[in-house]
């Protein structure tokens, strides 16, 4: 069965440092993996994709992920996070019936 | 172009009532999704439409249900509400899979009493 584990419920970065939030599948099949952001009181924002292909996926809001097969991981990665990136990330793996992770919350400090 | 529109965006009900919620998905858009949010749970797939027809579902008890509409139109129903059903249902559309990328709507926060 397919599932998705994020290990760190809750990350605190400083502004302008960099920011990696991870990602572990499980998926019997090629994985299709996501990763979305969810603000306070608001739906969730597809941040990036992955189906094949290049293993680092850029994504908005200069946001990347890179998938390693080997590790099952699809980590977020950003250089340089500010204060408007705090908010809840999730994980996510499959097609039709797509699994979350539980979520990472991020606080950002200035 | 306008998002995905759920209504209504909050709603308090008793146990033991039904209650419908709508989702309008962003035109063209013909998959819709339904998800349940809660803290102890997280979230949670309860099932996806494309074409009216009912092409995944989850782990739900039958009293919760939906439908799709001709226009692409969703709504979701739970019938005989329990206290646990409290959360915030999510609709999500994408053009014709979930592979394509959902767009979320902001939800409906159902209180049960």
């Given at each position: 069965a397919q599932s998705v584990t994020q290990p760190d419920i809750h990350i605190t970065v400083s502004e302008g440092a960099s920011l990696e939030l991870r990602c572990n599948y499980s998926y019997g099949a090629t994985p299709y993996l996501f990763w979305y952001v969810q603000s306070p009181g608001q739906g969730l924002q597809l941040l990036l994709k992955y189906f094949?292909?290049?293993?680092l996926v850029q994504g908005i809001k200069g946001f990347e992920a890179e998938f390693k097969r080997s590790q099952s991981s699809f980590n977020l990665r950003k250089p340089s996070v500010h204060w408007s990136d705090a908010a809840e990330y999730f994980c996510a793996v499959g097609a039709g019936d797509m699994r979350f992770g539980a979520g990472t919350r991020l606080t950002v400090k200035p | 172009k306008a998002g995905v529109t759920q209504t209504p965006r909050y709603l308090i009900k008793t146990r033991g009532q039904q209650v419908t919620l709508s989702c309008s998905p962003i035109s063209g858009h013909r998959s819709v999704s339904w998800y349940q949010q809660t803290p102890g749970q997280g979230l949670q797939f309860l099932f996806e439409y494309f074409s009216e027809t009912q092409r995944n579902k989850g782990n739900?008890?039958?009293?919760f249900s939906g439908r799709q509409f001709s226009n692409s139109r969703s709504e979701m129903n739970v019938s005989t509400?329990?206290?646990?059903?409290?959360a915030l249902y999510l609709c999500a559309s994408s053009l014709t899979q979930a592979l394509d990328g959902y767009t979320f709507g902001s939800g409906t926060r159902l209180t049960v009493v």
């Amino acid at each position: 069965a397919q599932s998705v584990t994020q290990p760190d419920i809750h990350i605190t970065v400083s502004e302008g440092a960099s920011l990696e939030l991870r990602c572990n599948y499980s998926y019997g099949a090629t994985p299709y993996l996501f990763w979305y952001v969810q603000s306070p009181g608001q739906g969730l924002q597809l941040l990036l994709k992955y189906f094949s292909g290049d293993t680092l996926v850029q994504g908005i809001k200069g946001f990347e992920a890179e998938f390693k097969r080997s590790q099952s991981s699809f980590n977020l990665r950003k250089p340089s996070v500010h204060w408007s990136d705090a908010a809840e990330y999730f994980c996510a793996v499959g097609a039709g019936d797509m699994r979350f992770g539980a979520g990472t919350r991020l606080t950002v400090k200035p | 172009k306008a998002g995905v529109t759920q209504t209504p965006r909050y709603l308090i009900k008793t146990r033991g009532q039904q209650v419908t919620l709508s989702c309008s998905p962003i035109s063209g858009h013909r998959s819709v999704s339904w998800y349940q949010q809660t803290p102890g749970q997280g979230l949670q797939f309860l099932f996806e439409y494309f074409s009216e027809t009912q092409r995944n579902k989850g782990n739900f008890p039958g009293r919760f249900s939906g439908r799709q509409f001709s226009n692409s139109r969703s709504e979701m129903n739970v019938s005989t509400l329990e206290l646990g059903d409290s959360a915030l249902y999510l609709c999500a559309s994408s053009l014709t899979q979930a592979l394509d990328g959902y767009t979320f709507g902001s939800g409906t926060r159902l209180t049960v009493v």
